[in-house]
């Protein structure tokens, strides 16, 4: 089986999210989303380490559910989505475990890329009731925001900062099995 031969998933954001929490003020958390985001998963059940995952997520789609404190979120202190419109998530490397996968890739905020795993556990595969191929996976991943260049914080007179810097991230993906006709053709071979 070559490259191309390895099922390609879209990840259907609809039955999707990518969603997060921070600390607010050391005493509780503030939860969000991205609303805006694709990616392609390229996903070989039997062979998973010829896998591979592309994810690229609108920053400025990043929604709290509080107007000021998204518009904050935006500005250069954090993500600067005018400059950095997209994170990004390319993996380098998928090994299998007992209850799931380790997804090695790059993960980009702003400017600044970093190595993560993603511990994924396999939920299945299934067919819906138009007769599409559908599979799920989740992963969750705690990052320091501070090493992705997003540094701004305020300290509160009892003591610690007013946003955490740990960032845990929930991914939940529903993907939806391209059709031989949706998949690009190969590239024929120049001799």
């Known amino acids: 089986m070559s490259a191309r031969d390895i099922p390609i998933w879209d990840i259907d954001a ?21 609303a805006k985001w694709t990616g392609t998963i390229a996903f070989d059940e039997a062979a998973p380490e010829r896998s ?9 789609s990043i929604d709290t559910g509080v107007a000021e404190r ?21 993996s380098t490397g998928v090994a299998r475990r007992e ?7 790059d993960f980009t905020i702003r400017d600044v890329t ?6 994924v556990v396999y939920g299945g595969r299934t067919k819906d ?5 559908r599979t799920g996976f989740e992963a969750q991943l ?17 003591g610690g900062l007013l946003v955490g810097d740990k960032v845990e991230i929930l991914l939940e993906v529903e993907a ?7 998949k690009p053709a190969p590239v024929a071979a120049v001799a």
């Open 114 to 119: 970093r190595e993560v795993v993603l511990p």
């Open 52 to 60: 591979s995952v592309e994810v690229s997520i609108e920053a400025a």
């Open 70 to 90: 998204d518009g904050h979120l935006k500005t250069p202190d954090f993500l600067d989505v005018e400059k950095f419109p997209a994170i990004t998530f390319k």
């Open 176 to 182: 939806v099995l391209k059709t031989a006709e949706e």
């Open 142 to 158: 705690t990052i320091d925001r501070k090493d992705f260049g997003l540094k701004w914080h305020q300290l509160l007179e009892t």
């Open 129 to 133: 009731p138009w007769g599409n191929q």
């Open 14 to 34: 609809g039955h999707s999210g990518v969603n997060f929490t921070v600390r607010h003020m050391v005493v509780s958390k503030v939860r969000g989303r991205f």
């Open 99 to 105: 209850d799931g996968f380790d997804v090695t890739g």
